[in-house]
């Protein structure tokens, strides 16, 4: 028996994300089999902490500011925005890393472009972020500069045998996770594919510059999922941690002749997204497989409570780790 058939999904499952266009990802199997229990998780701001993590230290001079900030229920472009009315400069002077979750506390690097200009840090206070430090630097911050994220993550009311939660932990150590896309990439009830299968349908998913980037993003990172979904259903599980599926786009895929043919396959359905991936101007990438967190530290708060840490590459998502632990739900009065 899979993986997949042990958490209740069968064949036929997996094959209807295709066949009747299912957008939930809560749906996607899990490699490891069932969660071990029910759990809350934002039940509070605190409960959902993200610091990022850079690999390189600010030059010390140039054009532009680094600022590392922290920010508590605030998402990632509006404090872009503030910095950017606050300093006196063009939104498209202020740059960042990634985007960080909003209902969150979180700590993010942005750059500021100030050319000759020293910046009076107490012109920067609001009450919506708390600037950490500031360093002179020779470069703008751009996406996907940034390195990675270290979270620190409590769920509560989860009620569960710790001897299970160890063995699970020790798989998840041992062979990794689906390096699925998270429900944040799809919006609220998979919005952000419904809207991508209606510019799909009147041909006007375009491109960037159309206004569309977001739904763009979204349906190759649904179109992942579902190749991720099918190893999972045929029991494969990362032996070199460099296999990889792919991000739709046009021109040749460097994946072995198994790979293309399978994708192939569990993809026939989806044509008309791959089609218009192809010609929105998107270039064919490779993206892991599966995914090993790093410095996996579990915790038990209270009886009911679990403190969990661990860093994931850029790009990742937490929640892709969680799920293979716990059942995940949401406070009604989060308001997301």
Excluded at 50 to 63: A, L, M, N, Q, R
Excluded at 184 to 196: E, M, P, T, V
Aim: proline fraction near 3%; hydrophobic fraction near 40%; aromatic fraction near 10%.
């Amino acid at each position: 028996m899979s993986s997949a058939e042990a958490d209740g999904l069968t064949k036929a499952d997996i094959n209807s994300f295709s066949a009747a266009r299912q957008f939930d990802f809560h749906q996607m199997p899990r490699v490891f089999g069932a969660p071990l229990g029910r759990a809350f998780f934002r039940s509070e701001l605190e409960d959902f902490q993200v610091d990022e993590i850079i690999d390189f230290k600010p030059s010390g001079e140039g054009e532009h500011v680094l600022l590392h900030i922290r920010k508590r229920d605030q998402n990632t472009s509006w404090i872009a925005g503030l910095l950017a009315t606050l300093a006196g400069i063009n939104r498209n002077d202020v740059g960042y890393c990634g985007m960080k979750d909003r209902f969150a506390v979180t700590t993010q690097w942005y750059s500021a472009y100030l050319p000759g200009r020293e910046l009076d840090l107490t012109a920067l206070q609001h009450d919506d972020f708390e600037i950490i430090s500031a360093h002179r630097h020779n470069k703008k911050l751009r996406r996907g500069l940034h390195q990675g994220n270290q979270f620190k993550i409590v769920l509560r009311d989860f009620k569960v045998d710790p001897e299970d939660l160890v063995q699970r932990l020790i798989l998840i150590q041992q062979h990794g996770i689906p390096n699925y896309f998270a429900e944040q990439r799809f919006g609220h009830d998979g919005g952000n594919l419904h809207r991508a299968q209606q510019l799909i349908e009147s041909d006007q998913l375009k491109g960037n510059r159309h206004g569309t980037g977001i739904y763009l993003s979204a349906a190759r990172s649904w179109l992942f999922n579902i190749v991720v979904a099918k190893h999972i259903e045929l029991g494969h599980i990362s032996v070199t941690g460099n296999e990889t599926g792919a991000l739709w786009g046009r021109g040749r895929s460097n994946a072995g002749v198994e790979a293309i043919a399978l994708e192939d396959s569990v993809l026939a359905g989806w044509q008309d997204w791959r089609y218009a991936l192809e010609h929105a101007g998107l270039k064919q990438e490779r993206r892991k497989l599966w995914l090993k967190p790093e410095n996996l530290i579990a915790t038990w708060l209270k009886e009911d409570q679990l403190a969990l840490q661990f860093i994931l590459p850029r790009g990742c998502f937490a929640t892709a780790l969680l799920r293979e632990i716990a059942e995940l739900f949401r406070p009604p009065f989060e308001g997301l």
